[in-house]
């Protein structure tokens, strides 16, 4: 069930959105060569703990999973694309991190995510992150009341397909509010005009997930949650939540 929010709703989750903002930002400041992924996750928590917030990642176990997970920030980096579990993988010179954060906060919950590259950038990582962002932004400014789910799906996967990435197959957004997965699920490629209508108080995550070389499949870690491109090929993930107002778009997570 779609639920819309109000707008002092919308307003609580503009607060939480802000702490995921945050500590986005501190994870960017602190990834170094030579910290681990597991270091980024401590640098994120403290945020948490210093505004009184709690974390949606933290022992979410969907049914897919094997284990829940178990940590409050997913880093995904080089060829994984999302659900990177925080570990004693360290830092390299040049490594391009997806950094995926929540919030729950008086309870309505954040989430957002961003990439980038610890160091010196490889041939191409600059390009990859610069679209993902630019998909994202297409699929915000298609956030109009009167506009569809199509419409916004559109304009993220044209932006991509365009410039020749793929696009994680099976994967896309979806509605946030009190918990972190709501209805409805946002594509990441669309047909204009298709899919529902978008109403006021909606509020959804857009989140492209772009594969370098052009293509769509990939494969699961064996740790059950890490999923890597098939192919090996590096990608990049950028996320807002995103509420639906009279006027467009709104972005809570910046």
């Known amino acids: 069930m779609v639920e819309l929010k109000t707008r002092t709703e919308i307003d609580s989750m503009a607060d939480a959105g802000a702490v995921v903002a945050e500590a ?14 597991a270091d980024l996750d401590r640098v994120a928590a403290e945020v948490l703990a210093r505004h009184g ?13 094997p284990t829940p997970f178990p940590g409050v920030l997913c880093v995904s980096v080089n060829d994984a694309v999302v659900h990177g579990i925080p570990n004693d993988y360290v830092l390299a010179d040049g490594d391009l991190v997806s950094a995926d954060f929540g919030a729950t906060l008086r309870g309505w919950t954040g989430d957002a995510a961003r990439s980038f590259i610890v160091g010196t950038p490889r041939d191409g990582d600059a390009a990859l992150i610069e679209v993902a962002d630019a998909a994202l932004a297409a699929g915000i400014a298609a956030v109009r009341p009167g506009n569809t789910l199509g419409d916004v799906g559109h304009a993220i996967g044209s932006t991509a397909r365009n ?20 209805d409805p699920d946002v594509p990441n490629e669309g047909r204009r005009g298709k899919g529902m209508k978008l109403r006021p108080g909606l509020v959804i995550a857009i989140e492209p997930m ?10 699961h870690d064996a740790d059950g949650w890490t999923l890597r491109t098939l192919s090996g090929a590096r990608a990049a993930h950028s ?6 107002t009279a006027d467009g778009a709104r972005i809570l997570t910046n």
């Open 53 to 65: 917030a709690s974390s949606p990642f933290l022992n979410y176990h969907p049914r897919w999973a």
């Open 210 to 219: 772009l594969v370098g070389d052009g293509t769509d499949e990939y494969r």
């Open 163 to 182: 410039a020749g990435y793929g696009m994680l197959a099976d994967h896309g957004g979806h509605g946030i509010g009190r918990t972190m997965h709501e």
């Open 24 to 37: 986005l930002r501190a994870v960017v400041e602190h990834a170094k060569p030579g910290m681990t992924t």
């Open 239 to 244: 996320e807002h939540t995103v509420a639906v």
